[in-house]
């Protein structure tokens, strides 16, 4: 690695980890330029301990090739950490539960000063520093469904407090199941898999989401279909933070929601008509990080931590 790429000498590395349900991606920062950026795909579910011995190896390697270890890390977390530090709940990979995340995080980097959040909460801070606002709502629709507030800057509710689990937020009362045991989670209804479920039954065949993006394009029926009860969820859960927080910006992204051109425009529409008469229509526009945003906002709080 050159010193132009390491960030020169004395230049302090921030390293932003996005542990996810099935890869994890690694991003470094050095003087507020990527210097290194790299994702690898987890091994068939085994334990906890396989897992972390699986990012401790990539994690060796990567600091290997900078010329000082990061000074801070900041990682994005999709489970639910309780104030023990220990893992209370994580749907995707369940062999987690009661995991030391803290003691593990602190293991790997030894040298350096770690502070972990919820994924779709970093999501948030780094949207809302990409587009250069302090107040607003993100939603982030891929495997699952995640999102964060941001409020004069600051996520909401804030680091310590727990995390802004929209996700979880019950839209419709006798809903399909989500994975968290609940029927009528935002999750259940409008991730990328719940909504390719959903595309299937109304085709009455498999749905891949090259499909459902390609019969979008060309207006199909059930298509459409799909997507606008998708959206008309996704519309209820920010009409729901409108009434008790009042965001002035919503705005979508993840990784399933990027690829749907359009897709914000439908949400707006959905919004047009649950929005209670005299509360301002609340502005909505397309994330601008798509599958990076919780990567970015890892990097964002490493930059956060004082050592």
Same mark, same amino acid.
Do not use: N
């Given at each position: 690695?050159?010193?132009?790429?390491?960030?020169? $000498?004395?230049?302090?590395?921030?390293? %932003?980890? =996005?542990? /996810? #349900?099935?890869?994890? +991606? @690694?991003?470094? *920062? !050095?003087?507020?330029?990527?210097?290194?950026?790299?994702?690898?795909?987890?091994?068939?579910?085994?334990?906890?301990?396989?897992?972390?011995?699986?990012?401790?190896?990539?994690?060796?390697?990567?600091?290997?090739?900078?010329?000082?270890?990061?000074?801070?890390?900041?990682?994005?977390?999709?489970?639910?950490?309780?104030?023990?530090?220990?893992?209370?709940?994580? $749907?995707?990979?369940?062999?987690?539960? %009661?995991? =030391?995340? /803290? #003691?593990?995080?602190? +293991? @790997?980097?030894? *040298? !350096?000063?770690?502070?972990?959040?919820?994924?779709?909460?970093?999501?948030?801070?780094?949207?809302?520093?990409?587009?250069?606002?302090?107040?607003?709502?993100?939603?982030?629709?891929?495997?699952?469904?995640?999102?964060?507030?941001?409020?004069?800057?600051?996520?909401?509710?804030?680091?310590?407090?727990?995390?802004?689990?929209?996700?979880?937020?019950?839209?419709?009362?006798?809903?399909?199941?989500?994975?968290?045991?609940?029927? /009528?989670?935002?999750?259940?209804?409008?991730?990328?898999? !719940?909504?390719?479920?959903?595309?299937?039954?109304?085709?009455?065949?498999?749905?891949?989401?090259?499909?459902?993006?390609?019969?979008?394009?060309?207006?199909?029926?059930?298509?459409?279909?799909?997507?606008?009860?998708?959206?008309?969820?996704?519309?209820?859960?920010?009409?729901?933070?409108?009434?008790?927080?009042?965001?002035?910006?919503?705005?979508?992204?993840?990784?399933?929601?990027?690829?749907?051109?359009?897709?914000?425009?439908?949400?707006?529409?959905?919004?047009?008509?649950?929005?209670?008469?005299?509360?301002?229509?609340?502005?909505?526009?397309?994330?601008?990080?798509?599958?990076?945003?919780?990567?970015?906002?890892?990097?964002?709080?490493?930059?956060?931590?004082?050592?």
């Amino acid at each position: 690695m050159t010193e132009e790429r390491r960030g020169g $000498p004395g230049t302090a590395h921030h390293l %932003g980890v =996005d542990i /996810g #349900g099935t890869k994890v +991606a @690694l991003r470094v *920062e !050095a003087g507020g330029r990527c210097v290194d950026e790299t994702v690898f795909a987890w091994r068939p579910r085994h334990s906890a301990d396989r897992d972390l011995a699986q990012l401790a190896a990539h994690v060796a390697e990567l600091c290997e090739a900078l010329d000082a270890p990061p000074r801070a890390v900041g990682v994005a977390m999709p489970a639910t950490v309780g104030p023990d530090e220990r893992v209370t709940a994580w $749907p995707s990979r369940p062999e987690w539960t %009661g995991t =030391d995340l /803290g #003691g593990a995080l602190r +293991a @790997l980097f030894p *040298e !350096a000063a770690v502070a972990w959040a919820d994924d779709g909460d970093l999501g948030a801070l780094a949207e809302a520093q990409a587009a250069g606002r302090d107040d607003l709502l993100y939603l982030g629709v891929g495997t699952g469904v995640g999102g964060g507030f941001v409020r004069g800057g600051e996520l909401l509710p804030g680091p310590g407090r727990g995390s802004f689990e929209i996700g979880h937020t019950v839209v419709e009362l006798d809903g399909p199941r989500c994975v968290c045991g609940r029927r /009528g989670c935002l999750q259940a209804i409008a991730s990328g898999p !719940a909504t390719l479920r959903h595309a299937a039954r109304l085709r009455g065949g498999e749905v891949t989401y090259d499909a459902l993006r390609q019969a979008w394009y060309d207006g199909e029926t059930w298509a459409v279909t799909a997507l606008r009860r998708t959206c008309r969820a996704l519309a209820a859960a920010a009409v729901g933070v409108q009434e008790l927080l009042h965001p002035r910006l919503l705005l979508i992204g993840g990784g399933f929601a990027s690829g749907i051109p359009g897709l914000h425009t439908l949400v707006s529409a959905q919004l047009a008509e649950l929005t209670r008469p005299g509360q301002p229509l609340l502005e909505v526009g397309s994330a601008s990080l798509g599958a990076l945003s919780s990567l970015r906002g890892a990097v964002a709080l490493a930059r956060l931590i004082r050592p």
